[in-house]
């Protein structure tokens, strides 16, 4: 077999690409700031139209990166995205362009654009106020919001986690109290949440009935039956169990389905019943001495398939 040489195509485009005094330029500043097409021509002292026309030919050669903030484009050289023969041919231009008067100029307008952006961080906020929500999704997650809000739960907590499954809640919470204690009727949920939990040694999973729970009374200062309730036959006296384990002054979450028609839904999830009424587990919670109960429904979310959920909370009397 005959091994064909590739084709130039590919090298003479890069090089072509940085075969530009202005190109330069922008890649070295672009390298290490992220910047707006303004931005760019403040710094370099060129119009728009040009400074445009270059950013097109590295953006389709692949030398820059662009995304979009409100109604400004901004763009960002990332050298360890680079294909290693661009990026050496990058580090050769990057080295011998060191020593340029203009690119010691742009360093300076440079750092002036830096100082004045920092100086007027609200212009960033007016421009990304209608995307925020998705941007700092993009840039930095969804787990971080959780994590904050799970840092400020006192560190000496005992948490029962009541139809506990694979142990998704343990594992948020484990890092931030004293101990979990997670119950579940089901051998293999619990063998799923064993291995998960294998490296937390504060969590205590036992099998056990949420009408008969294998915990002592008022041991826990917090105890969540989180979409657990339709799988009992008797949610009632699942949530007085669990009232039962709190200490006083401790308090209840509940979250689960409110009630609905897609018996179809119900038939897949095995459950037992199409949700639970507001006025019941208000009832329920009532019944089981519990105060200050709180049941409002949770906004769905737009990914969201299954029936829309609610929230109750309530605090055991000191």
């Known amino acids: ?3 064909r040489t590739p084709k130039p195509d590919a090298l003479l485009a890069w090089m072509d690409g940085l075969a530009d005094e202005t190109r330069l330029r922008l890649v070295r500043l672009l390298e290490r700031h992220e910047l707006s097409v303004a931005e760019l021509c403040e710094i370099i002292q060129l119009p728009q139209s040009t400074v445009s026309r270059h950013l097109k030919v590295l953006s389709e050669q692949e030398w820059v990166r662009s995304r979009s903030q409100g109604t400004t484009n901004l763009y960002r050289t990332v050298l360890d995205e680079l294909d290693p023969t661009p990026r050496k041919l990058w580090l050769i231009a990057r080295e011998q362009t060191e020593g340029w008067a203009t690119t010691a100029q742009d360093e300076l307008r440079l750092n ?50 009541l139809g506990c499954g694979t142990g998704p809640l343990i594992a948020d919470l484990a890092p931030h109290v004293a101990k979990i204690i997670g119950i579940d009727n089901s051998s293999d949920m619990l063998k799923a949440a064993k291995k998960r939990l294998a490296d937390a040694p504060n969590v205590d999973l036992r099998r056990g009935d949420l009408a008969n729970l294998p915990i002592d009374d008022a041991c826990c200062d917090a105890a969540l039956l989180v979409l657990a309730l339709t799988y009992v036959p008797e949610p009632k006296s699942a949530i007085a169990e669990a009232a039962r384990v709190l200490k006083p002054g401790g308090k209840l979450v509940v979250v689960d389905l409110l009630p609905h028609d897609r018996d179809d839904f119900r038939r897949q999830m095995g459950q037992l019943s199409l949700g639970l009424s507001p006025e019941f587990v ?13 049941i409002r429904p949770l906004p769905p979310e737009a990914s969201a398939k299954g029936p829309a959920l609610f929230l109750a ?3 055991k009397p000191n």
């Not at 654009?113 to 998705?134: E, H, I, M, V, Y």
């Not at 700092?136 to 907590?157: I, M, Q, T, V």
């Open 313 to 315: 909370t309530g605090l």
């Open 282 to 294: 208000a009832g329920a919670m009532n019944d089981a001495k519990l105060h200050e109960t709180n």
């Open 1 to 3: 077999m005959v091994k």
């Open 112 to 161: 002036q654009t830096l100082r004045k952006r920092q100086s007027d961080p609200q212009a960033f906020f007016a421009g990304a106020a209608g995307q925020w929500d998705k941007l700092r999704g993009e840039l930095y997650g969804r787990n971080f919001s959780a994590a904050a809000l799970l840092a400020l739960l006192p560190k000496d907590l005992t948490v029962a986690d």
